[in-house]
Every structure is written in structure tokens, then in C-alpha cells.
């Protein structure tokens, strides 16, 4: 595997989620070092932080453009080699495109930028830089998602016929029906947040893993959102009419006032020999069904998989893993990129990916605006 | 319980299944006794099978209008009492219409006549004659269903905010994919099966269903249907926008090309306060999903359901009851009316529901030819 | 088909589930007819269920003894074919061994007496007969049971290895936490209900479905059995150590204490080449673990299946059917012995699985009471 | 959080999965540092493990000896605080105690050792050395599991009156058949394996988890194991009574020939007032069945969950954790013990655990062979 690649991160400091989720995903296959980065806008508390990591603080800075300076001056077998960008959307357009044109790997949370443009723009910047960028739609990481892919790709369930996709969450039901607080959560107001709140947030996960899985490219879309109050300005629900190339037809679902939900995401791909059926809650399920047979559950680690399934699955069957390991896979093909050792498209999202989601979302509401109609997506 | 209902049958002889259905959902209650009918076109034919189902050949008839003649010159207390209409769908109408005429009760299959003006005439006819007309959409039978809207109905998920419901089939598959087999099946053929194979034949399940559980009528829709094939003349596959009355907004997904489903009928509701699902092939699980607490799983026959639902259950709890349970409990409030016993309007469906069925299934296909447009429903 | 078999039916008047369990299932598969019987001791009461029923009260009497002496009057077209036997416990034997040795085809609930010993001479009694005699252990009516048992006998998971079953409910709970009640609660008095009342009722269950579904007999066992507290004479809880013929090893787990389980009833059987298993709280599903493939899951209907198992499903695939269809699917193989048309051995279980279940019940009340010492069983 | 931890390792290299499970789980909350370790017999294996690794091999050593010797020399702030313990089984005892004696904090693998007298002489040790010693029983880290313990621990079911444990693989059923390999498969050869393959493999894990959820002590036990052929040294399947204080009944069973299952892990814990269960293969659900109420469904991370299972939740409610995370909060509680910080018992398995493990499987194994005997076990 040789040395560990340099790894820094831009925010995720203090009690961040998200933080604990991208450290521990880089821990997992033992090719990432956390060398510095900027944790925190204050210094004081990049640097507490990092103590509290157990890391030098050599490579600890005020903000990225220090960051970039000072890393630039360093020997490249000092200076990062690849940094993770975790903090707040409206940052990650800005943040991405220098870390580019410096040429440093990216690696950004989605959503990648906060417009359909920005995220064009990053396309470009990333044409010349020639690093390696990847967007973390965490869940294409799953072994069983890998799983899908691979059978959909090798003709397992014949030509696609319909595709249905659902994410639906419950978390924004306390916060929609009270007037102050839905007036006052930063998710809920466009200048933080961009144009959208749930298409934004989960209905690009399953326009992403659609297009993963199913390997078709959405074509055009017709979006209903759903605003329940009239001083209400973001979606928090929405369904969303999708055709894909090749006349396949489908629909994906997204709701925040699913009361009651967490993260019931499930994807569901019929083709013309069998169907395929996976849902996050239950990630080491994949559901084969076909014509007159039983139906087959499809686990994890076993021989029956393919390669790039099993790559992602470091335990023998039976033993479940989570997002954390979806996540960890993520970051072990990126890895793989940024040390040009051989690889499968499909091991992490690319500027591609990120780019598409930021236009699935800028139609979704152009289709509703005009009064739900379809909409052409572009082609990437 | 006082004597037995007399009970005719059009149609369901031989091996129709159907016809077992009906039977033993009829024999469930005690309330019924089978006294004759016409279960086939050749009269000897409905001789021989009443022979095998063991009842007298006295009121066995040739067809349907020498059963109405032979049974108004019987005295009232041997006359047929109420008909079960199990014919293929194009009949339905001229022979629910006769008998309403002549003054009996009626159970209709679904869907109830071919077209929406038929409905509308029927729904005409049964003022005049004034007698009990239920349309046997058997799923609200279901004892957790019935428990769902009685939930909903008594604000324990507070107000409903999102609807989806998702009838997934995969049965025409085989047939649609073969140029000959597509072109010869009758149920692809409209002048045989109406205007919609798709919706017409479960898109009505899953509509019935939602204005059955959420206590609220659906008031304009947009659909999105799917042919496959330029030369197949019937939808097998579509996804419906609905909006309801009180701005709720929903979707009802239909499909008969989700290769290897086989009744994969879901239902689910959010309110303010929480969100409750069902599922037909687990029909004995309600899960009710509040904020923040456990989810709860609720099973038939224990006191913490409704009166409705428990009336619907006939063993202690733990023990699984189908759908012919479902469809005797359609038959036992049938029979409650015919008898003018206390009944609750959620007991059968009524010739309203089989109205506004036929109505959902032109709308959705109008709504579809004129581009995906939306198109309302009318009122009830 | 022919005629309808004329149906008598001792004890299950008035509200009685398992009347209406039995009434059903006779009516489910057209064959039966119910002539009478005697419902309840008071002949007023049980001639005023008659008249609920909408059956004709000529043969309605007093009491068996009566009955027998009426139905032997009558010409054999019009007498009774088979008696249901549906009343307490301890009168199954008397009224078996009377009926029988007047000629009559018996279905007799379980368990079938409430000793062993009465469990022999009832065999004996049979054998001088030579009618038709069930047992209904109802739950190997069920379309996937019978479709675990055709599978283990063709081999599909080789030489059985590994038997285990569980029986777990926790009705009794409220019951035997409270001095009075378990003091005054019939199941728990020896003299009413016999030597146990977890194994016996449940116990039992598990016993016959292991026998049914391996095709193995239970040749020796050891019981640890439970009371709970000192003044309570019934066991109500136990794990069962068993061995049977080839060698198998295998447990039987029953509890009535297992707090908010309703009928958790499994059984697994393990194979050299695969495992097999199922829960009779979602019985359409029958799952086969094969080495190193996808888990399938069988459902019932499939073409897949074999003849017996489809033969107990009336619906297509995907319907869920429950407890009434298996115990239709029972007394349909009665119907088919009683007119002696050609029957698998599997349709219903008979006095040798009657009278294995009273062994089973005292051998293992024996192994406990000696110190949970192994106890072997007779030889049918 | 302060320092990190100085962590070394032995065994574990290469490809070893144990060695990954250990690895992550120690970076996943940021408390430990990997700094070396002996990972292979051979040094030089080591040192190309520890470069893949990207840490230096300063304190990389041949063996325990030597690491004990060099790590001596080094200042305390240098020094190895914490050895895992990774190496086959014979090993453990050896190496565990030269650790303690020397002033290590210990982390080791189960079973802890090969006899529970070796077991026995350790926690001798440990009372001399007064360091912390944690035996990796991974399940109890499990934020359900935690919940679980704590449920049972606050009275919510009331008092225990029933134990059930299962822990079912189909691993061996490949191995067992076959002559050849049973004879020389190592898991199967007593000099290599100690005295038990199936009980003490996982049967010990069914065994602790037991102790860990119910917070009662098993007393003793009755086994009946199984080894299928009469060469074959070792049982790869058994049930065993067990009897707990407080007059609880129990029984765990455990098998390596249950064909097709991968770690199919149940536990059930039912008292008076409701019952408990959780599986491994889906481990983020905890259900609560109480008396007549709606069978409840706890997830991880949410605010109704105890302190302890919150502490083990790393990301919001609906994202599955795995096996990993289950390890993780293992370390991290031994990470607490080690800082002196509080922590709740229930954080890690410690050495009683390990020991009682011990014993079981000597026990076990004892009752078998004396002929299916109850067998007390030692008081701790």
C-alpha cells in the first residue's frame, strides 16, 4: 500500500458529525494521516482541537488561504495531498476551486455548491487542476449498492423498465409547523441555503444513486414540491416525475415531513428479466427478484458477489456494517486515485456526480415554478 | 343474528377463484346461505356446479334476466335477498343497473362498470331503488387497515400532510415483451378491459385505498403513465401526483412491470402528530411512527385497537388472517345493512367508491394524453 | 366433488373461536355440509344456535348419546359422515372412542385426550372402526409447511443434522402473577386439564410440526420444566432436549411466560446440504439457507412449489392467506380420506400424531419430574 | 479528551481481519494512537507491516519479551499504555499475564485463555497489577445492547423470568462432512483449540451476553452437545440448560452446523412486566413487547435511549452502525477506564467476564460428558 496519503480537513472541528464520520472513514483501510487543516474559523480552536486529535499542530491554520500559502512553501513530502471540505455549503464552490488551482485532491461533502453554475464552473477548474475530486454521496459506498450496480451493469435483471427511488425523513415536522422556528432555522432560508431545503439535502442522494445504480442518466424531469406553509420558502417535500434514457420511466420521492422517519431511503430498479431492491435501513439486504422464483437476499462478503462488492466488505458474512464503513470506502477509492493504483469508476462520486445533483436540483424547482412541468436536465 | 341472507351469484363457477372468495366470504360470518344464481352462460354447466357446491338447483337460472323474472314471482322469503356480480367487468354495469332496478341488494366486483358515465347512471339508479350496493375493493377489509382510519379519523396523527401509496405487480412482464402475447391479451385489449389495463386494475386499489384510510378525497391529479411499447394500446405502469382536498399533496405509484412483485401494496400516511404504514403482504402490522419514540407496531385483536377493527378479527392475536378474512368482513357488513342492523359507513365500499374509481381512471389517463397536466376530480 | 359430506359438530356454540374456526374451514373447500350436532349442553341453547346458523334443527339433540342413537335411526343419506369433536379436553376421549365405535369418521381438536394411556385404547378403538380419524393440529395446513415437509423428504437439504423449534406466548403471565387467579384458572388444574399445560397445549405443537416437517420421530428426550411459583401444579414453561432416529439432536423450547409474544411459533430444520425455516406469525414465507448462496425466500402458489403445498392455496402469489386456510386446507384432506379419493399422508394429521403428542406430554413431564433425565418414547 | 493513548499491538497483521476490527475501532472515537507492536513471528514481516501502516517502527518488536524489555527502558510519556492481545488463542494467556506483571493495561481477544484455570491464575495477576484488562466480547458494545442491560437493570420489564439465547453459523456444516478436513482443521483439534470448538467459540459469547443484558448470574448449566461423527474431538452444536439466580430458567443454544446461517445471534429476555429482543444481524433494533400493548421498536440515538446507549451512538437516528462501531465503543471505554475518567461498568467486558466465559465452556463440556448432568458453576 506503501505511505499513508497526507490527508487535511477544512471544518468538522468540535462535536461535528460529520467530522467524527470523515476521521474514522479515513482511519478505516489505513491509507489516509490527518496531518492539519482548519477546524474551526478560530485558530485558538483549530488548534485545541487538534491537540485534542493527538496531532502535530505544525499543519494547523487560520483559514484556507494561510492554508494554501503555507502548505505550498512545505516540501511535497510534507504538504497535503488531499483535503476534505466540511464545512457549511455556501463555502464548498469557494473553497473547492482554490484548493483546485492549487492543485491539491478534493475531496467535498455535498452538496458540492450552493448553484447549478458554481458547480459548472468546478467542472472547468477541475479540467485544468487534473486531481482527483470526489463528492461524498456516502451511500454509493455500501458493499450491496456496489452489489446492484454490478448485477444492473452485467444485464442480472435485462434491460431497466422503471426505476422508483424514495428518501424520506421526519426531522423537519417539529421545526415546519411552528412560525418562529421555521422562519428562523438557516435550512430553511435560501440565502444560507440554496434554492432548495429537501430536494437539496436528499433528493440529490436519490437522483445520485439512481443514476449509480441503474447506470441511466435522467433526461428530463416534473416536480411537485411541497411547502405546506405560504411564508415558507424552501420545498421540505417533493415528487419528483423522472425519464430516463433509453424511455425508461420512474419517480423519486423525497420528504422531511415524513413524520416519524429517519432515513428510509430505498431504491428499487425493475428490469426486464428480475427486479433489484435495497433500503439504507437495513443495508445488508439486497433483494433479487425474479419471475416465478423465490426471491433471493443478497448479503455482504460472500463469494456470489462481485468484485468490487467484496472489496468494500472487510468482515466475513453475517456481520452487519454501517455508514461508517460505506463512508470508509469512499475514501479507500479515492486513495486509490490520488496514489493512480487501479480502480473502478464506480468506487467514489466524481465533480461529474456533484455537478449533475446541482442541476437535478435547479430544474426540480424550475418544474414546479412553471406550474409542474418536465424539464430537460443536461447533459453532463 | 336471525336467519341467513339469500345469496345469489352471477358468474365464479368452476375453478374461478373469485368464486371461492366470494364463497367462503360469505360462509365466514354465518350470515349468508348461497341459494342459487347463474354461475355460468350454459345453464348446464350452473346445474352441475351447484350439484358440487351441494345447494338446491331450484333457483339456479339460464342468465340474468330469468333470474329476475323467476325470483320476483317467488314469495319474499325464498326470493334471492342480495347478488353477488362476479361476471367479467364489461357486464357489470347493464347487470348491477337491472338488478337495483328490480329491487335487490347488490355486491359488485371492481372495478364497478367500464366507464365513468356508467358509474355516474348506476349511482342514479341506486337512488331510486334505495337497497344496500357495496363494491368489493376487499383490501378494506383488512382489520389494520380498518384500525389505520379510524386513527386518522380520530386525529391520532394529527393533520394528514403526505400521502403515498404503491400498488407493485409484476405479471405482465412476460406478457409484454412478446409482440404476440401483448397484442392477444384480453387484458390489454380496450375493448375488452376499458380504457386502462394498469390503473384501471390497481391504481383504483390504491386510490380507493387512500381516501378510504385518510379520510380524504382526492381533488385533481397529474399522471404519468407507461405503455412500453408504441403498438400496446394499455397502460401497465404509472405514477399518479394527487392533491386532496386541504392541500395535501401525495402520490400514488401503480405498476404491473415491476418484475417479480407480486401484490406489494403499501400505504402510507403522515400527519402533524405522526405517520402510520401498512403493507398487503404483512397485512397484520400497522406501524405507527411518532417523533422521537419508539416506533410501535399494532397487530389485530388486541384491545388497543377500534371497535370497527376488532369486529374484523375473529381469533385471538398471533394469528395471521388473509384476505379471504378481509373479504368476510366486507360480506359481514353487507350483511348488516341488508338487515338494517347498526353498521359503520367504513364497513364496505359503496357505489360512491366504485364511482369515484371509475372517475380516478379516466382522469389519469386524460391527464397523461393531454401531457401530464393536472385535471380534477369531480366532486363525489 | 359430489355431494357434501354431512357435518355434525360436538361443543363450539355460542362465540366460541374455534367453532367459528371450524365452521369455516368446512365451508372453505365446498365439501361439507353441517347437518347438526350438539353445540352446547342445553339443547334450547344449542337448538337457538342452530337457528343463528340458519341450519335445520332435526338433528340437533341433547347430548352424544342421544345423537348416536337418533343418527344410527337415520337412513344413511341423511346421517351424519363425520363429527367434529370441539368440546373440553377431557371429554375428547369419551366422545372419540363412542363415536368410533358407532361408526362415524371423527375430527378431533387437540390434544386428543388427556392421557397417554386413553390415547392407546383410542388407537386400538380405531383400529376395530376402520374410519377416518384427524387430529387438528392445525398449523401443518399451512401451504409452506407442507411445502418445508415435501422438501426435506426429496432431499433438498440433505441428511437432516440440527432440529429446533420454538412455541413461545406470554398469556398466562397476567395470570400466574397473582395468587387468586392462578389458583382459579382452569388450564392450570391437573384435574381439568390434565398432566401440563405449556407442553400440553403448545408444547405439543412443536412436537407434531417437528415430526410433520423432518419426517423424523422423537425416539428420547429431557425436560427441565418450569412453575414459577411453588403452589403452581402446571408447568408454564419448558426447554426440551430431544433426540431423534438417525442420530438428530435437536431442542423444543414452549413458554407462556414469554411476556408479549402472541404466537411466536419457528421451526428450523438443518440439512447437510441447506436449513430450512419458518414462523407461524408470517407464514407465506419459507426460508432455505443454502452454503455460500442468496438466502431464498419460497412464498406459497409458485409454480415452484410442490403439489401438496399448492394445493393448499386458493389464491395467486401474493396474497396473504392465514389460519382459516389452514385449517380449511386439513379438513379438505378429511373429505378426501372420507370419500375415499386418492390423499397425501401429509393433509392431516392422524391418531398416531394424536397419540404421539399425549406420549411426548407425560414423557416429558416424566424426564423433569425424575431431575431432567432422558426418557425415551414409545414406538408408535 | 487530552493524549491519545499509546496503543501496541500483537498479532494482527497482514490481512488478519481482527487485526482491522481492532485497528478502527481504536481510531474511531480519536482516543487511541497505534505506535507498535509485535504483528508477526517473523520482525521483518512486522516492520513492512507497520511502513504499510505509515506509523514507525521505533516500537516495533520480535516479540512480547523483547517489547516488554524496550518498552521498560522508555520514558512513561514514550511508553506503551495498552497492549491488544490478537494472537491465536494459546497465546493469550501467556502473553496476558507477562503484561500485567509488567504494569500494561491489557486488551484482549476472547476467550481469554485456553482453560479456566489459566483464567483463574489471571485474575490473580490482575489484582496485583491493578491496570485495566479488557476482554473483547465486541457484542455488548452495541448501542442497543447497552440499552438493552440498562432496560433490564431499571426494572422497565420487571422481574426476569425467562433466558434465551441462540447463536447460530453454518460455517463448519462445509468442514464436517468431509473426513479429510475435520481431522485436520485446526478449530477442531484440541492440542490447538482447547476443549471446545462450538461453546467455545460462540456459545461463550451467547453465555456473557446473557450475564451482560439480564445482570443475572447463570448457576449452573446442563449440556447436550453434538459431534455428528465419532472421529470428530470436538462439538460443533449443543443446547444448554441453564438456571440463573433468582430461580431464572434458560436455555442457550449455539451451533456451527445450522446450514446456511452466518452469526445468527438472538437474545430474548422476558420478566414480568415485558419482554426484550434484539438480533445481531440487524442489531440497530431493540423490541419491547409488553403485555396488550403495541410491540415497541427502539433505534440507536435517540433521546428515550439511556445515557450509556447514547454514548455508544456516533451519528443521528437511521444510520445503521456496525460490528465496527460496536468494537469502537469498546475501546472507548476502556480508553476512559485507562485516563482514570468515569465510566459505567457496562463500558467493556473486563476479566470476570472473561474468567465466568471460561468456566462455562469447561462446565459445559463436563455435563456433557458426565451424561447431560446439571453442573453448578463458580461464583465468580
Not at 321 to 335: H, L, Q, R
Not at 367 to 374: A, D, I, L
Request: hydrophobic share 35%; aromatic share 8%.
Amino acid at each position: 500500500m506503501g505511505k499513508k496519503i497526507r490527508l487535511g480537513i477544512l471544518g468538522g472541528g468540535g462535536d461535528s458529525l460529520i467530522g467524527v464520520l470523515h476521521r474514522v472513514a479515513s482511519a478505516m483501510h489505513d491509507r489516509y494521516e490527518l496531518v492539519g487543516g482548519s477546524f474551526n474559523p478560530l485558530l485558538d480552536e483549530s488548534i485545541k482541537f487538534a491537540n485534542q486529535l493527538g496531532i502535530s499542530t505544525d499543519q494547523v491554520y487560520t483559514n484556507l488561504d494561510i492554508l494554501i500559502e503555507e502548505e505550498l512553501k512545505l516540501p511535497k513530502e510534507k504538504r497535503m495531498e488531499v483535503v476534505s471540505i466540511l464545512t457549511p455549503n455556501f463555502l464548498h464552490f469557494s473553497m473547492a476551486k482554490k484548493l483546485l488551482e492549487n492543485g491539491f485532491n478534493v475531496i467535498c461533502e455535498k452538496p458540492m455548491t450552493t448553484t447549478y453554475d458554481e458547480a459548472k464552473i468546478l467542472k472547468e477548474t477541475l479540467k485544468m487542476a487534473n486531481t482527483v475530486f470526489a463528492v461524498t454521496y456516502t451511500y454509493t459506498g455500501y458493499p450491496m449498492i456496489r452489489q446492484m450496480r454490478e448485477m444492473v451493469a452485467n444485464g442480472d435483471i435485462g434491460k431497466v423498465q422503471k426505476i422508483d427511488a424514495q428518501y424520506y425523513q421526519g426531522w423537519i415536522n417539529p421545526i415546519i409547523h411552528d412560525k418562529e422556528k421555521r422562519s428562523s432555522t438557516w435550512r430553511l432560508d435560501p440565502e444560507k441555503s440554496g434554492i432548495s431545503c429537501c430536494v437539496g439535502d436528499i433528493g440529490t442522494h436519490a437522483f445520485d444513486m439512481i443514476e449509480y445504480v441503474s447506470g441511466h442518466r435522467v433526461e428530463s424531469i416534473l416536480a411537485d414540491l411541497n411547502y405546506l406553509y405560504e411564508d415558507n420558502r424552501m420545498d421540505i417535500d417533493g415528487t419528483i416525475l423522472i425519464r430516463c434514457e433509453n424511455q425508461v420511466k420512474g419517480v423519486i420521492r423525497a420528504s422531511q415531513i415524513a413524520t416519524g422517519e429517519e432515513n428510509n431511503f430505498t431504491v428499487q430498479i425493475y428490469g426486464q428479466k428480475a427486479g433489484l431492491k435495497w433500503a439504507q435501513e437495513n443495508p445488508n439486504h439486497l433483494y433479487l427478484l425474479e419471475d416465478g422464483q423465490p426471491m433471493k437476499v443478497l448479503k455482504p462478503g460472500h463469494s456470489y458477489n462481485s468484485d468490487i462488492s467484496l472489496d468494500g466488505t472487510k468482515l466475513p458474512p453475517g456481520h452487519p456494517e454501517g455508514i461508517f464503513d460505506s463512508m470508509g470506502n469512499i475514501y479507500k477509492g479515492v486513495a486509490r486515485a490520488i496514489r493512480k493504483e487501479p480502480y473502478d469508476p464506480g468506487e467514489f462520486p466524481t465533480i461529474i456526480d456533484g455537478a449533475r445533483g446541482m442541476g437535478f436540483i435547479e430544474k426540480a424547482v424550475e418544474s414546479h415554478q412553471k406550474g409542474n412541468v418536465w424539464v430537460e436536465l443536461d447533459k453532463d
